[in-house]
C-alpha cells in the first residue's frame, strides 16, 4: 500500500516561514498541491531527478527539494502570504510526467499526472 505522510504544516504570520515534509520513496515525479479556501486544488511544485517546475503565485518564494538518502521530499515555504493558507498535499507519480509550455518542458503540475496522494497538511499564514 503506498503511503505519502506529509508533516510540517503549521500556523505563522506573513512573512514567516514553514518546511513541509512528505515521507516517500522510488517515485519519478513529485510535487506538492494546496487547496486554499474557496478555490480548487492547484499545483505549487514538482521535480523529478532534478529539474524543477513552480507556479508562478510562489517563484522566488518556495522551493521544493529531495533527499533520495533520507526518501523525504521537502517544500520550503518562505515569504508565506495569506493567500497561502491552505491544505498541502503531496502527491507522488510512478513514471516521468512532464509538460511543455512556449518551448520549455519540465515536471508537470497537473493533477492528473500524479497517481497517489497524501492527506495533506494545513498551513494558515495570519496577517
Known amino acids: 500500500e503506498v503511503q505519502l505522510v506529509e508533516s510540517g504544516g503549521g500556523s505563522v504570520q506573513a512573512g514567516g516561514s514553514l518546511r513541509l515534509s512528505c515521507a516517500a520513496s522510488?517515485?519519478?515525479?513529485m510535487g506538492w498541491f494546496r487547496q486554499t479556501p474557496g478555490k480548487e486544488r492547484e499545483g505549487v511544485a514538482s521535480?523529478?531527478?532534478?529539474?524543477?517546475t513552480y507556479a508562478d503565485s510562489v517563484k522566488g518564494r518556495f522551493t521544493i527539494s529531495k533527499d533520495n538518502a533520507k526518501d523525504t521530499l521537502y517544500l520550503q515555504m518562505n515569504d508565506l502570504k495569506p493567500e497561502d493558507t491552505g491544505i498541502y498535499y503531496c502527491?507522488?507519480?510512478?513514471?516521468?510526467?512532464?509538460?511543455?509550455?512556449?518551448?520549455?518542458?519540465?515536471?508537470?503540475?497537473?493533477?492528473?499526472?500524479?497517481?497517489?496522494w497524501g492527506q495533506g497538511t494545513q498551513v494558515t499564514v495570519s496577517s
Open positions: 521535480i523529478t531527478g532534478g529539474p524543477t
Open positions: 502527491a507522488a507519480a510512478n513514471g516521468l510526467r512532464t509538460f511543455c509550455r512556449g518551448g520549455s518542458c519540465g515536471p508537470s503540475l497537473q493533477e492528473r499526472d500524479f497517481d497517489y
Open positions: 522510488g517515485y519519478a515525479t
